[in-house]
């Protein structure tokens, strides 16, 4: 999991990071930990990919021109679809309300922060953080980075060693092998129905002898290899047709 944190008072920022590292480590989470003590970098860096971001931490405080120093980086991430989970930590308890529009996971009043209080809540962020992670489909090429949500895939077509994944109204080409993909997307609701072809179950449409039909139109043929496979999974599921 990737965790942001944006902190321009870097001693504070290093107690903070190691508190971080050793609460996960210790409840056995593998993160990555992306620090920043300028907002303007954090959302730039988050522009091309916001969903690379799974926790957010943000120290926010009142500047002397009035502007929330961090709220206004979250909301630009906001805007940029980033659906990470933003935990707002401040020593002015009168910024909490102004977090609202963000749709934050937490405030922390700095006053009276403890590790009793904290430890908790960022477990609690961790783990509907590793959920969503795991709801999520990551592939790429070279530095072109894509994280699809699973219930927006199609289905996945290879062809010449190139792996295309079909999702919303778009494609994306990258390199993987068809059995490594079965391998990690059956336990999660996939299926092979030929050597070119794994399919979302959760989009399937109609079944016929020798095709499946899926919700976004398109017609897939089943390879003849795969017939009596997919033929049981799809009876114990009651959605196969003649």
Do not use: W
Not at 52 to 60: G, K, M
Not at 97 to 121: D, G, M, R
Not at 174 to 195: A, C, D, N, Q, V
Not at 196 to 216: A, C, G, K, P, Y
């Amino acid at each position: 999991m990737n965790i942001y944190t944006f902190n321009n008072n870097r001693n504070s920022s290093e107690d903070h990071i190691k508190t971080l590292k050793d609460i996960a480590s210790e409840h056995h989470y593998n993160i990555h930990i992306f620090k920043y003590t300028n907002k303007d970098e954090l959302v730039f860096d988050l522009s091309s990919h916001p969903e690379r971001a799974d926790i957010i931490f943000l120290r926010i405080s009142k500047s002397k021109d009035d502007e929330i120093t961090g709220l206004e980086a979250a909301k630009s991430l906001r805007k940029l679809c980033c659906h990470a989970l933003l935990i707002f930590i401040s020593a002015n308890k009168q910024l909490a309300a102004n977090t609202f529009p963000t749709f934050p996971f937490y405030f922390f009043y700095l006053k009276y922060l403890t590790l009793e209080q904290f430890e908790p809540v960022y477990l609690k962020a961790l783990s509907l953080a590793e959920r969503r992670r795991n709801n999520l489909f990551q592939c790429g090429s070279g530095a072109d980075e894509h994280y699809i949500p699973l219930n927006d895939i199609y289905y996945f077509e290879i062809f010449q060693r190139i792996t295309t994944v079909y999702h919303s109204n778009t494609s994306f080409s990258f390199y993987m092998s068809m059995s490594r993909l079965e391998k990690e997307l059956t336990p999660k609701g996939f299926l092979r129905i030929h050597r070119s072809f794994l399919i979302n179950m959760r989009h399937i449409d109609q079944i016929t002898d020798r095709t499946v039909r899926l919700t976004n139109g398109f017609t897939l043929p089943i390879g003849t290899t795969y017939l009596s496979q997919v033929r049981k999974m799809l009876s114990q599921l009651k959605i196969y047709t003649l």
